[in-house]
């Protein structure tokens, strides 16, 4: 009989296989027979220098984009005419200094526009390009369409990442959660055994919930602390009044017996008081070593809840952006398809010269 982790285990691999197919599909670029079609001229407004429009129409547009410098990466870049390359170098950099508007030229180059040409289906856009010479124009079409499918297929693999990514925070996620769970068990018996100690030391507190407690031991730390920060002031003094009389004694000025014994009783009632208030301040330490336990516990136990916390919400998200990931990834949507050029045809139309 087959388990249930193995179960679990073969389910795991065949979805892998799934998306593994989808995903190798999607890195093979389609192989097109696009059929380049002369038409009849046009007298619309163009960029200076063009000589031929090329345009094309894609079924359920997915917004691919946006367009720009990216088509010197693409394999036809290399493919096209050196004027031709200067024609569209000049042409983006001019749109870059603001001497030429989008809306100014109809059928800016590699850019979507949907009023050039009536679209013959419903759901596409069109895509027109310019060029010097009709195989350049060939080239802009063939390379746009290229920036369109290297666009789905990026857009595919950021998908495929967040998949492993999420894979990952889950493994993580699991791995760190059962620390957790035995972490806090700990903390927790520890916070209860300093609290015992804590409220039999503090016999006034009538009340037992933690957050009243935790209060408590915040105010009694502060209180402690002035406790100590005013024995060490009184211990100070003392030390400066013990430091005179010695000095007083040292000196041998004085002849008067009697002033001797006078200073030696002050030095006496000045140590006994010394040592009471370091018996105070030792009392202070040790009370507030006490207390710092047990808010340093009460603190532990709350970091690690809230570590808790965190994870299994970061591992709930993950769970389910997982799920979309592999859902998505079995049936790859258009915007992570090559595109579909309709009819597999580009137009061309020869631009009037003046």
């Not at 800016?108 to 350049?136: H, L, Q």
């Not at 935790?214 to 100590?228: D, P």
């Not at 994870?311 to 997982?322: E, G, I, S």
């Amino acid at each position: 009989m087959i388990t249930l982790k193995k179960t679990q285990l073969l389910m795991a691999l065949a979805a892998a296989c799934v998306f593994s197919a989808a995903y190798g599909q999607q890195s093979e670029q389609p192989k097109r027979q696009l059929q380049f079609e002369l038409t009849s001229g046009t007298d619309e407004m163009t960029y200076p220098g063009t000589k031929y429009i090329g345009y094309f129409h894609v079924t359920n547009d997915r917004n691919l984009g946006p367009w720009g410098s990216w088509i010197t990466t693409t394999s036809k870049w290399k493919e096209m005419s050196e004027k031709q390359q200067q024609f569209i170098v000049k042409l983006l950099n001019d749109d870059k200094d603001g001497k030429t508007t989008r809306s100014s030229i109809i059928g800016y180059p590699f850019s979507r526009n949907s009023g050039y040409m009536k679209t013959p289906i419903n759901r596409t856009r069109t895509y027109s390009v310019f060029a010097v010479s009709k195989e350049d124009v060939q080239k802009m079409a063939e390379a746009v369409i290229e920036g369109l499918d290297n666009e789905a297929q990026r857009r595919l693999e950021r998908k495929q990442k967040e998949l492993e990514d999420n894979k990952n925070t889950i493994a993580e996620a699991e791995k760190m959660l059962p620390k957790l769970e035995i972490e806090c068990k700990q903390l927790e018996a520890k916070a209860q055994e300093k609290t015992k100690e804590y409220l039999k030391a503090n016999y006034e507190i009538d009340k037992t919930k933690r957050p009243e407690i935790f209060e408590h031991a915040i105010k009694n730390m502060e209180e402690l602390a002035r406790y100590m920060k005013l024995a060490n002031f009184e211990l100070i003094g003392l030390q400066a009044r013990i430091d005179s009389i010695e000095k007083f004694k040292a000196g041998g000025n004085i002849s008067d017996p009697g002033t001797l014994i006078k200073l030696d009783q002050m030095l006496i009632a000045d140590e006994i008081e010394r040592a009471g208030i370091m018996a105070r301040r030792k009392a202070y330490e040790e009370a507030f070593r006490q207390t710092k336990e047990l808010y340093d516990i009460f603190m532990s136990c709350n970091d690690a809840a809230a570590q808790k916390q965190g994870w299994n919400k970061r591992l709930a998200n993950a769970q389910a952006h997982k799920n979309s990931a592999e859902r998505l990834l079995a049936n790859p949507p258009r915007e992570m398809q090559p595109v579909e050029v309709h009819e597999n045809k580009v137009f061309i139309q020869q631009v009037k010269q003046d």
